[in-house]
Nanobody, 124 residues
Framework: VQLQAFGGGLVQAGGSLRLSCTAS????????MGWFRQAPGKQQEFVAR????????TYANSVKGRFTISRDNAKNTVSLQMNNLQPEDTAVYYC??????????????????WGQGTQVTVSS
């Protein structure tokens, strides 16, 4: 599966952005999808995941209540709605696909497929 992420940009603190990631290739509904981010000088970190089939969602504590992950299998798209953005949310955001249903979904190594990343910058 090939992934392409888009929707990043520059926003003031308290603002919102919506990231999307489109997939091509094998059946999108058979993939669990994740979003990760990497800030300058920091390790990549888990942001959110939506499971295949039942669309169960999980979030990092740092974004819970502010970010919402969703998927539209008919459009082969996973989205990340980000509200009340803060400067610490500044990072390159990546979508990733897992063709299984890994228990270790917070570990980026469990995802074989990655999009190219989209920059999110939040100014204070």
């Amino acid at each position: 599966v090939q992934l392409q992420a888009f929707g990043g940009g520059l926003v003031q603190a308290g603002g919102s952005l919506r990231l999307s990631c489109t997939a091509s290739g094998r059946s999108f509904s058979s993939y669990s999808m994740g979003w990760f981010r990497q800030a300058p000088g920091k390790q990549q970190e888990f942001v959110a995941r939506i499971r295949r089939y039942n669309a169960e969602t999980t979030y990092a504590n740092s974004v819970k209540g502010r970010f919402t992950i969703s998927r539209d299998n008919a459009k082969n798209t996973v989205s990340l709605q980000m509200n009340n953005l803060q400067p610490e949310d500044t990072a390159v955001y990546y979508c990733a696909a897992d063709d299984g249903d890994t228990y270790f979904y917070r570990d980026s190594r469990q995802y074989p497929y990655w999009g190219q990343g989209t920059q999110v910058t939040v100014s204070s």
